[in-house]
């Protein structure tokens, strides 16, 4: 079992060239990016642990991951864990819900339909996730996505996506 708990993931990032650090990889950098020198800066654990992409990644891994120490994001622009879990449910990943965090049995992703509650996290994480699913996901409420990403679809396409926008 993986298991992620953002009370001791130390992660800095650098607001300069966008190189996300461990802690411990730049101690002795005097507070400073190795990639281009610019000042480091401490990141919120959790919403960097609790992005899209590693629940994408713990819905097709084999084996359990439980990512704990994140109840803040109950009170993001939707309360993320839920919408991940009821998303994981809907395309068939076994999910359990905790009050801070969440536990992926990964293993697998069958497609189905997904609401992203009007978040464009949760909108993005089941449009990648929809790359590896066995049918394809249907995501609802994403308008917001062109608003916070608007080259979201460009992208997607160019890593070989099929995004087709419903009426």
């Given at each position: 079992?993986?298991?992620?708990?953002?009370?001791?993931?130390?992660?800095?990032?650098?607001?300069?060239?966008?190189?996300?650090?461990?802690?411990?990889?730049?101690?002795?950098?005097?507070?400073?990016?190795?990639?281009?020198?610019?000042?480091?800066?401490?990141?919120?654990?959790?919403?960097?642990?609790?992005?899209?992409?590693?629940?994408?990644?713990?819905?097709?891994?084999?084996?359990?991951?439980?990512i704990t120490g994140a109840a803040e994001l109950r009170?993001?622009?939707?309360?993320?864990?839920?919408?991940?879990?009821?998303?994981?449910?809907?395309?068939?990943?076994q999910v359990e819900e905790a009050e801070d965090g969440?536990?992926?049995?990964?293993?697998?992703?069958?497609?189905?339909v997904v609401d992203s509650l009007g978040d464009h996290?949760?909108?993005?994480?089941?449009?990648?996730?929809?790359?590896?699913?066995?049918?394809?996901?249907?995501?609802?409420?994403?308008?917001?996505?062109?608003?916070?990403?608007?080259?979201?679809?460009?992208?997607?396409?160019?890593?070989?996506?099929?995004?087709?926008?419903?009426?």
């Amino acid at each position: 079992m993986s298991i992620v708990t953002a009370r001791t993931l130390r992660i800095v990032g650098c607001t300069h060239c966008g190189k996300v650090c461990r802690m411990d990889d730049v101690m002795g950098t005097d507070g400073h990016c190795p990639r281009c020198g610019a000042t480091l800066h401490r990141r919120r654990p959790h919403s960097l642990m609790m992005s899209w992409a590693l629940l994408v990644a713990a819905a097709v891994a084999k084996g359990t991951t439980r990512i704990t120490g994140a109840a803040e994001l109950r009170v993001k622009e939707s309360d993320r864990i839920a919408a991940m879990a009821r998303g994981l449910e809907a395309v068939g990943v076994q999910v359990e819900e905790a009050e801070d965090g969440i536990t992926v049995h990964g293993g697998g992703v069958r497609g189905g339909v997904v609401d992203s509650l009007g978040d464009h996290r949760i909108a993005m994480s089941f449009a990648a996730l929809g790359a590896v699913a066995a049918d394809g996901i249907e995501i609802r409420d994403v308008a917001n996505v062109q608003t916070s990403f608007p080259g979201f679809i460009d992208a997607m396409s160019g890593l070989g996506l099929n995004i087709e926008q419903l009426p």
